[in-house]
């Protein structure tokens, strides 16, 4: 047994020898890293560039911030300091009951209405609720307009709509004269002739020079469709003839039959604003009756042949016939 492990725990000098050289390998490569650091010198980064980038970008920032907040605390000043001067200067938040989803500011605030929107005449204890969203009304007074008059109440004075709705001055101002009600109830002879503003049988309205005020008065005529007639009038020119109203969105033949006998036309005031020798294609295009083919071959036309020498010259346009000639002839000016 003691020859046994004798013999297994014992090197021969050859393996006492290679035993050796390994562990000087081992030791040479241990301390490598640090003798080639000795001989081998790593190359510096150049952080100047960087340096200078960021040393400008704070100078923008504090020139920026200066410009903005000329009276407020240094920037040298500690955060912990500015954190404190916050809280220091700082009102106490106001407390609203937790059942009310809006704060009063922000019913105070009117959304304005979409560039495309059109103020109109409107009752409000009659309007709907796509024509009060129309006018730019927020969503949550409008159903409040709505449930209002379900329960009965009626809005007898524009006043009494003003503080429904809680406008500001320059609000009430800019709806004022399109609410229909009476500014006050001075007395049952002014509400009586105010609620009798429609026109009466044997009344006649010219539509190329009325306004809103007046179209209202047609009956079957709203605030809306007031709009959208005097909208069409001035993009067209002026009406020639009643049957051109049949053109206008929302206007139907029924309609049309039943305000017939209340409107008529001067063509004599029609404004010719289609100017063939001097509109380009996005300006020609306004009119609703030239769509963009018409319109690049009238100013290509032009520029091949010169001026057009009267209105009639159009008619040499591939995509003007006769009937389509007499649609547009009232319009055109070749000045």
């Not at 150049?46 to 920037?75: G, H």
Request: charged share 25%; aromatic share 12%.
């Amino acid at each position: 047994m003691n020859n046994f492990v004798k013999d297994y725990f014992t090197f021969s000098r050859t393996e006492r020898r290679g035993f050796r050289v390994l562990l000087f390998l081992i030791g040479i490569l241990i301390i490598s890293p640090w003798i080639m650091d000795l001989f081998i010198k790593p190359k510096p980064w150049d952080f100047s560039a960087f340096e200078k980038e960021i040393s400008l970008l704070q100078k923008n920032k504090k020139a920026v911030f200066s410009s903005k907040y000329p009276s407020s605390t240094k920037l040298e000043t500690s955060p912990e300091k500015r954190t404190s001067d916050i809280y220091k200067n700082s009102k106490p938040y106001k407390k609203y009951p937790v059942i009310d989803a809006f704060t009063e500011e922000e019913r105070n605030i009117e959304t304005q209405p979409k560039s495309e929107s059109l103020l109109f005449y409107f009752d409000p204890n009659s309007a709907s609720e796509k024509d009060l969203l129309s006018l730019g009304f927020q969503k949550y007074k409008t159903g409040g307009i709505i449930s209002y008059r379900i329960k009965g109440g009626k809005f007898k004075t524009k006043d009494d709509f003003a503080k429904f709705m809680k406008f500001n001055p320059e609000q009430l101002q800019k709806y004022s004269a399109f609410i229909l009600l009476p500014d006050t109830c001075a007395s049952t002879r002014e509400k009586t002739s105010f609620i009798s503003y429609k026109m009466n049988e044997g009344e006649v309205l010219e539509l190329n020079s009325a306004d809103s005020s007046n179209l209202i008065r047609i009956p079957g005529v709203g605030g809306k469709m007031a709009a959208r007639i005097i909208t069409y009038r001035d993009r067209l020119g002026g009406f020639i003839s009643t049957s051109q109203l049949k053109e206008i969105w929302g206007m139907d033949a029924e309609l049309l039959l039943k305000i017939e006998s209340y409107i008529s036309v001067d063509p004599s005031l029609i404004h010719k604003n289609i100017l063939i020798n001097t509109a380009n294609v996005g300006e020609l295009m306004m009119h609703p009756y030239i769509s963009k083919p018409v319109a690049t071959l009238i100013v290509n036309y032009r520029k091949q042949h010169g001026r057009y020498e009267n209105p009639a010259s159009i008619r040499n346009l591939a995509l003007v016939d006769e009937e389509y000639y007499r649609k547009l002839a009232p319009y055109l000016n070749e000045k």
